[in-house]
């Protein structure tokens, strides 16, 4: 985990719960309407990956447990996990890419019904990403991966004063190569095969001599609007575009896309494709249909986006019709941490993966709501242009009082907690029954994350061991953890 530089633990927000008469009269428990239809509260359940889908990208009975325990604690609306676009295998991550997906999805929706009553509107995010592979080991690097070019050799006889190099074989440059020491590699690679032998091998939207990311613009508001008009099938209130973090849509968005072509460059290049997605999807599903989007309201890396751009591109998704902005933050593979042989790089690991998911380990501000003045100044500027699009917030949300100040302030419209509802997915309804004091508070140290890191199953310490002679309980694949928490 990344750890700021001189790191201060702030304890958890002191909580005052209100009785049930105070949450009734609350902004926070006050509806509001959403594209065509309208949320019972403005309580809010973001995409979170619990890494439960079959291999092949199929809801599981693990899933449809994990969607049903949320509902029950009746946010007014839940956000599916990133669930990828296409028909290609992407190991346990939930798949939408073909019709085959439908049924199973619908048995969701079903779920997420009957465990809310009807009271919680569910959206599923819809994700396309590209190629990350694991760190290879040097000698398969070098023996599989590189390829031997002119400039090497010039390069390895240059940095080793040898001209011997210029017509080597490529068995004795590979060779050679696999023994170099790191000083020696650092001379004769590029930054690319740098990172793909320290890193694994990462595609980017600029890799435009690579015939499907030149194609990228061509296909992907293809494949949104297939996976949209499926969760419409499924059953599903809306769609949201995951436009955010490491995944491909935000590249495009990203101050670093220098793509040529008309889809890189000047911000209005940047916001092209995701706009052409947009009309795709819209044009497939109709206007009745809630379309929204994830993005980032700051990339949190070196000559990466920030506010004044995110601010940009809320007006433009505004304008455009989405029917709600969803403000995240960070989350990039660009200041990831190395990871080990045999591992693919994680983008939450880094600065910017901090600020994604903010833990109590902190600089001055702490974890508390640390996002929430990027959605303010996104909000501020859609409604100056003349827009009320919702948007929603998240970061380090956890208390009713905070979640009542940002809605109070004009900060943002909807309160999404991911964490504090994984600590205890009943905590909204245990504010509206005035039980605030039985919350299960998270404590904001990121297990979860880790887990998700190693891609297993995500649970949340405070509850994960708590009742296993419970009945009927699912256990994890690692026979130790509950999969799903005790009620109430
Ligand atoms: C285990 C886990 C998985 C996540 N998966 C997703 C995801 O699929 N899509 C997404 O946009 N954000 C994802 N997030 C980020 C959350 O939606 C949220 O933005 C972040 O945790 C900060 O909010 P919080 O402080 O309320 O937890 C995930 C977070 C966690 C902890
Ligand atoms: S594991 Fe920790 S950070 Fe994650 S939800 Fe539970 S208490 Fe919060």
Redesign the pocket.
Known sequence: MWRQGKPIRHPLLEARWPSVEEAARSVLFSPIKVGGGVLESRTWVPAMVPWRATEDGFVTPDIIDWYARFAAGRPGAIVVEATGVRDVASGPLLRIGHDRFIPGLRNLVEAVRRESGGHTRLFIQIIDFLAVKRRPPKDKYFARFFKVKPHHRDKLAEATCNDDWLDASEADIRAHLTEAPDELLDRVLDERELESLRYGYRERVTDTDLPHIRELPQVLPGFFADAAQRAREAGFDGVELHYAHAYTMASFLSAKNNRAGGYGGVRENRVRLPLEVYGAVRERVGHDYTVGVRFLGDEVIEHGSHLEDAVYFGVEFARAGFDYLSVSKGGKFDDAKQPKVGHAVYPYTGRSGYECMP?VVSDERGPFGRNVPLAAAIKHAVNEAGFATPVVTSGGIATFEQAEAILGRGEADIIAA???S??DPDWFLKIRLGRGDEIR?????????GLDQMHKQV?????DRVNLDEPGITMSDDGKRRLVPPKL
């Open positions: 833990t991911a964490r504090q994984l600590a508070r998270c404590v904001f140290t990121n297990y979860c994350e649970t949340c310490k405070l509850w």
